[in-house]
């Protein structure tokens, strides 16, 4: 009897334990991928991302089939025909045991509910695993037994976890040179997502926008350049993170983010790297490796949270009374948001980062949505979709915890009376605008001390009314903007 696994957004051989322990439990196993199409449309995967999850999967193919071993792809229109197609697999192929790790969305978890219930009466054997994650959300919890609602308490106990249980060696890929006596040819699998719905948000057709990026050959695939690119960051800028990770004209984050996303990294290849750092890990890190190390924990800890409260991946705001939050429904500002023409050089600049390059630095993207919900008064939801499909990293837990902190509506959120002013924030972060020229090439020549309020300049300098150089006017007036979604926020809030 054979053994099945099952890969899902799980797209690596080192460090996956479904792999390991069916290579390790069973002499034959099968590979198999099922891309769910209508899941990745209702998910708003980007092009981009779908690009660099169908290269890293082809190059899972490629490697698998050099040591013998073949991957199989077939494409499901919907979660709900993975039960009845898994079973017709395991039966045509006597597989008697299935291996896959876990996912922690609503309809994920129900998906994988019912896979088990139903091989389970047809008598395989179903194992699953967590090592997406560091800490499995089911070893969190408060002294009531309650999951942690809050990211500081969560952070400490998540640490703890790691002190008490460690953090194993990844296992070298040998375990799969059972089958390397032979190598195979593996040909490659192009899949097409079905067509998005025509409007991205109510009154507003997705087309109308910027054209969404769709190759993402920028990012190079396989694991050992994934690993590579990881072991360069911790090992020559981790220890700087925290003094250079809100400067986007520095190249200070590790941008592995799209990688963990389509599981090509685990964090445990990550912690693994860290604890060369320190042999007390995860204690006595550097201050920016450490930093870079709770950056990995806010990424678990948005995933436990969709995973206890499912209500999340229903599109529901964490604190239920903001939903009757007024938000506009202004398509004609959400469009220069979305396009990176609002008159603020800082967001523009991030924008149109993100829908040139399909990715944005950390701090811009914190505030571009401050921005959109703050000085736009625009529902979360709006932008937490575009940014999905434009995103290579687009993360479905982490992208919502983003949007919901950011809005004031989440768990752990920023105050609702914390709005970040775009002007002041540029002068910090791009203080000599070097972000802000690479982006939007209209202010390129404007001198560092006019570049963050242009306006003036441009009119001086006879731009700002030329069709070809035009640089728009503030489409908002933020000190007015912030005083009245704070006093609308308050008015809701007292109400509830």
Same mark, same amino acid.
């Given at each position: 009897?054979?053994?099945?696994?099952?890969?899902?957004?799980?797209?690596?051989?080192?460090?996956?334990?479904?792999?390991?322990?069916?290579?390790?439990?069973?002499?034959?196993? +099968?590979?198999?991928?099922?891309?769910?199409?209508?899941?990745?449309?209702?998910?708003?995967?980007?092009?981009?991302?779908?690009?660099?999850?169908?290269? *890293?999967?082809?190059?899972?193919? +490629?490697?698998?089939?050099?040591?013998?071993?073949?991957?199989? =792809?077939?494409?499901?229109?919907?979660?709900?025909?993975?039960?009845?197609?898994?079973?017709?697999?395991?039966?045509? +192929?006597?597989?008697?045991?299935?291996?896959?790790?876990?996912?922690?969305?609503?309809?994920?978890?129900?998906?994988?509910?019912?896979?088990?219930?139903?091989?389970?009466?047809?008598?395989?054997?179903?194992?699953?695993?967590?090592?997406?994650?560091?800490?499995?959300?089911?070893?969190?919890?408060?002294?009531?037994?309650?999951?942690?609602?809050?990211?500081?308490?969560?952070?400490?106990?998540?640490?703890?976890?790691?002190?008490?249980?460690?953090?194993?060696?990844?296992?070298?890929?040998?375990?799969?040179?059972?089958?390397? /006596?032979?190598?195979?040819?593996?040909?490659?699998?192009?899949?097409?997502?079905?067509?998005?719905?025509?409007?991205?948000?109510?009154?507003?057709?997705?087309?109308?926008?910027? !054209?969404?990026? %769709?190759? $993402?050959?920028?990012?190079?695939? /396989?694991?050992?350049? =994934?690993?590579?690119?990881?072991?360069?960051?911790?090992?020559? *800028?981790?220890?700087?993170?925290?003094?250079?990770?809100?400067?986007?004209?520095?190249?200070?984050? $590790?941008?592995?983010?799209?990688?963990?996303? =389509?599981?090509?990294?685990?964090?445990?290849?990550?912690?693994?790297?860290?604890?060369?750092?320190?042999?007390?890990?995860?204690?006595?890190?550097?201050?920016? $490796?450490?930093?870079?190390?709770?950056?990995?924990?806010?990424?678990?800890?948005?995933?436990?949270?969709?995973?206890?409260?499912?209500?999340? &991946? #229903?599109?529901?705001?964490?604190?239920?009374?903001?939903?009757?939050?007024?938000?506009?429904?202004?398509?004609?500002?959400?469009? &220069?948001?979305?396009?990176?023409?609002?008159?603020?050089?800082?967001?523009?600049? /991030?924008?149109?980062?993100?829908?040139?390059?399909?990715?944005?630095?950390?701090?811009?993207?914190?505030?571009?949505?401050?921005?959109?919900?703050?000085?736009? +008064?625009?529902?979360?939801?709006? /932008? !937490?979709?575009?940014?999905?499909?434009?995103? =290579?990293?687009?993360?479905?837990?982490?992208?919502?915890?983003?949007?919901?902190?950011?809005?004031?509506?989440?768990?752990?959120?920023?105050?609702?009376?914390?709005?970040?002013?775009?002007?002041? *924030?540029? !002068?910090?972060?791009?203080?000599?605008?070097?972000?802000?020229?690479?982006?939007?090439?209209?202010? &390129?020549?404007?001198?560092? #001390?006019?570049?963050?309020?242009?306006?003036?300049?441009?009119?001086?300098?006879?731009?700002?009314?030329?069709?070809?150089?035009?640089?728009? %006017?503030?489409?908002?007036?933020?000190?007015?903007?912030?005083?009245?979604?704070?006093?609308?926020?308050?008015?809701?809030?007292?109400?509830?």
């Amino acid at each position: 009897m054979s053994a099945l696994v099952w890969f899902r957004n799980d797209l690596r051989l080192l460090d996956n334990d479904a792999v390991l322990q069916a290579c390790q439990n069973h002499q034959h196993v +099968h590979f198999l991928v099922t891309p769910t199409l209508q899941h990745y449309v209702e998910h708003d995967w980007s092009l981009v991302k779908w690009d660099l999850y169908q290269r *890293q999967l082809n190059q899972i193919g +490629h490697d698998l089939a050099d040591l013998g071993h073949i991957l199989l =792809i077939h494409p499901l229109d919907k979660f709900a025909d993975c039960s009845a197609f898994l079973t017709d697999f395991c039966r045509a +192929h006597q597989v008697a045991a299935l291996y896959f790790n876990r996912e922690y969305p609503l309809d994920e978890v129900n998906r994988d509910k019912a896979v088990i219930t139903v091989l389970q009466n047809n008598d395989v054997q179903v194992n699953t695993f967590a090592s997406n994650l560091l800490v499995a959300p089911e070893q969190i919890k408060n002294g009531k037994g309650e999951y942690y609602k809050v990211f500081t308490p969560f952070f400490k106990v998540w640490l703890q976890r790691i002190r008490e249980n460690g953090v194993p060696a990844p296992y070298a890929r040998n375990i799969l040179q059972a089958a390397s /006596g032979r190598t195979l040819a593996f040909a490659e699998v192009h899949l097409s997502l079905p067509e998005y719905p025509t409007e991205l948000v109510p009154g507003l057709a997705d087309s109308a926008l910027t !054209e969404p990026l %769709q190759t $993402s050959n920028e990012w190079p695939v /396989g694991e050992a350049n =994934i690993r590579k690119l990881a072991q360069q960051f911790v090992r020559e *800028q981790s220890m700087d993170y925290k003094r250079q990770r809100d400067f986007p004209s520095i190249k200070g984050t $590790s941008r592995l983010s799209a990688y963990f996303e =389509i599981g090509a990294l685990s964090p445990r290849v990550a912690a693994h790297l860290l604890q060369r750092l320190s042999p007390e890990f995860p204690d006595g890190l550097p201050e920016g $490796s450490h930093t870079w190390l709770s950056e990995l924990a806010w990424r678990e800890f948005y995933q436990h949270l969709m995973f206890h409260e499912p209500r999340l &991946a #229903k599109g529901e705001p964490f604190q239920a009374e903001q939903a009757k939050f007024p938000w506009r429904t202004d398509v004609e500002r959400f469009a &220069a948001w979305c396009n990176g023409k609002t008159g603020f050089p800082i967001v523009d600049a /991030g924008m149109r980062e993100l829908n040139n390059t399909g990715w944005m630095h950390n701090r811009v993207r914190m505030i571009v949505a401050s921005f959109l919900v703050k000085d736009l +008064h625009i529902n979360w939801q709006w /932008g !937490e979709r575009y940014f999905m499909r434009r995103l =290579i990293d687009g993360s479905f837990a982490a992208n919502n915890g983003g949007w919901q902190w950011s809005a004031g509506t989440g768990t752990d959120a920023a105050p609702y009376f914390r709005v970040f002013n775009p002007t002041s *924030q540029g !002068e910090k972060f791009d203080p000599s605008g070097r972000y802000i020229r690479k982006f939007v090439q209209e202010l &390129a020549d404007v001198p560092d #001390k006019q570049l963050h309020t242009p306006h003036q300049w441009l009119r001086q300098a006879s731009l700002l009314d030329e069709a070809t150089h035009s640089y728009p %006017q503030q489409i908002v007036d933020h000190k007015d903007a912030r005083e009245h979604f704070i006093a609308t926020f308050k008015q809701v809030k007292n109400a509830e």
